[in-house]
Nanobody, 117 residues
Framework: QVQLVESGGGLVQPGGSLRLSCAAS????????MGWYRQAPGKQREAVAV???????NYADSVKGRFTISRDNAKNTVYLQMNNPKPEDTAVYYC???????????WGQGTQVTVSS
């Protein structure tokens, strides 16, 4: 049974920091590209960051220089370090896994991030 379980969400002040984690089970984690998406109220889900099985990363322009995606294959976990978050980063954040370059086959349940003073 495949599971992706996000954690680490919550309330953070603008300019603060927050780290999201996504623990995977039931998959060969090391071969998966892993991504983080987010969905704000009334908006479409959008890609935030991706990390390939080889560790290559890519980011949405809106988070470049502020967010960092990383992975620990020994722990089957992908992270999203959010530095200097802004109110517009408020959303439900989802992690997802792509085993073969054909799209994200598995999704977590999401974790709420609220950026507010």
């Amino acid at each position: 049974q495949v599971q992706l379980v996000e954690s680490g969400g919550g309330l953070v002040q603008p300019g603060g920091s927050l780290r999201l984690s996504c623990a995977a089970s039931g998959i060969s984690f090391s071969i998966y590209a892993m991504g983080w998406y987010r969905q704000a109220p009334g908006k479409q889900r959008e890609a935030v960051a991706v990390i390939t099985s080889g560790g290559v990363t890519n980011y949405a322009d809106s988070v470049k220089g502020r967010f960092t995606i990383s992975r620990d294959n020994a722990k089957n976990t992908v992270y999203l370090q959010m530095n200097n978050p802004k109110p517009e980063d408020t959303a439900v954040y989802y992690c997802c896994g792509d085993p073969n370059g054909r799209g994200y086959a598995y999704w977590g349940q999401g974790t709420q991030v609220t950026v507010s003073s």
